[in-house]
């Protein structure tokens, strides 16, 4: 196959699962990051439930486990209690829309302005559901930056005890990336971090070009060759998931780093350091900055194709391509 392949190794999903010191909520919003969410759910037993988006993917998601689902997105509606999601609930508005029996965890906004209630009116909103007849098992926040992660803590701390006077003791949880520094929370929800290291992208080399000193390369001659050099043209371009914004990013080939200088629909073109041949492996090692890892695997599609790594009963790893329909 010439064409894109994404290794997905589910061992290393449980592993990074397992580092963690709490009991973890394993995003798997946007089918688990591009990598198929009934894979990723079939493969990790330690998960204590899982987080999605949208109240569609939940309902999706409720054919593969009957471990705890958090919807982390409005709208919602009359389908969480018959599937038994539980929404994260930012306003009045949330609550509404929301069956009487419901469970709900109350959502705090401490500077990602994106959901969630204020710190100061947190209580509020926990009375507001209870009045409802909503059933508040737990309090989130989502902070904005783990380097400020210590500020943000302070007003969330101080709206769990807010709410939790009203409540009793809830489920407390917030992202991965920064409840690492805190140990009071209960849980975490686990998103990218969960991801790390367990995919591997290859693709072909399909021709070797030689290129003189200040040729242009690419739509628009974007790159210009520096010296006299090799340019590879590797199968797989932004119709298959590789965005334009790869361009700067590594490739892997023959044991040395070789850099992308341009993206078409259909290939990758990279300014090779050293001699490579028609037909050899590269894989992609290194994104430039400013494109995130959330782009790449959640963009993969067209002509890529996936294939998953796990144990077999002996301990040994096994690689099958993916046959889901």
């Not at 400020?148 to 302070?154: G, L, P, S």
């Not at 974007?222 to 797989?236: C, E, H, N, T």
Request: with cysteine; glycine share 10%; proline share 4%.
């Amino acid at each position: 196959m010439f064409y894109p392949i994404a290794t997905v190794d589910l061992e290393q999903i449980n592993r990074n699962i397992l580092s963690c010191r709490r009991p973890v909520i394993l995003m798997v919003k946007a089918d688990a990051y591009g990598l198929g969410v009934e894979k990723v759910v079939g493969a990790t037993p330690k998960a204590l439930g899982y987080g999605v988006a949208t109240m569609d993917e939940g309902i999706k998601l409720r054919r593969s486990t009957d471990k705890p689902i958090l919807v982390t997105t409005p709208p919602f509606g009359e389908a969480c209690l018959e599937y038994a999601l539980t929404p994260m609930v930012g306003d009045e508005a949330c609550a509404k829309a929301l069956p009487k029996g419901c469970k709900v965890h109350i959502k705090v906004n401490t500077g990602m302005n994106r959901f969630g209630v204020s710190p100061k009116c947190a209580v509020g909103l926990a009375r507001y559901c209870l009045d409802r007849g909503l059933v508040v098992t737990g309090i989130a926040t989502h902070y904005a930056s783990a380097d400020k992660a210590v500020e943000q803590n302070m007003s969330f701390r101080q709206a769990v005890a807010d709410v939790e006077r009203v409540t009793g003791r809830l489920l407390r949880h917030a992202e991965a990336s920064s409840t690492c520094k805190f140990e009071w929370f209960d849980v975490v929800r686990m998103g990218l971090n969960a991801y790390q290291n367990a995919v591997t992208v290859r693709s072909t080399i399909l021709v070797v070009r030689r290129v003189k000193a200040g040729d242009r390369v690419g739509y628009d001659g974007v790159y210009s060759m520096p010296q006299d050099g090799l340019i590879a043209v590797v199968a797989g371009g932004y119709a298959d998931g590789f965005a334009k914004g790869l361009r700067g990013g590594l490739l892997r080939c023959r044991g040395r780093l070789h850099k992308i200088v341009a993206v078409c629909m259909d290939v990758i073109l990279v300014h090779l350091v050293c001699a490579c041949e028609v037909g050899d492996e590269v894989i992609l090692t290194c994104l430039p900055r400013g494109l995130s890892p959330y782009e790449l695997l959640t963009g993969l599609k067209g002509r890529t194709s996936f294939e998953y790594q796990c144990q077999d009963t002996q301990g040994q790893k096994v690689v099958a391509p993916d046959q889901t329909p």
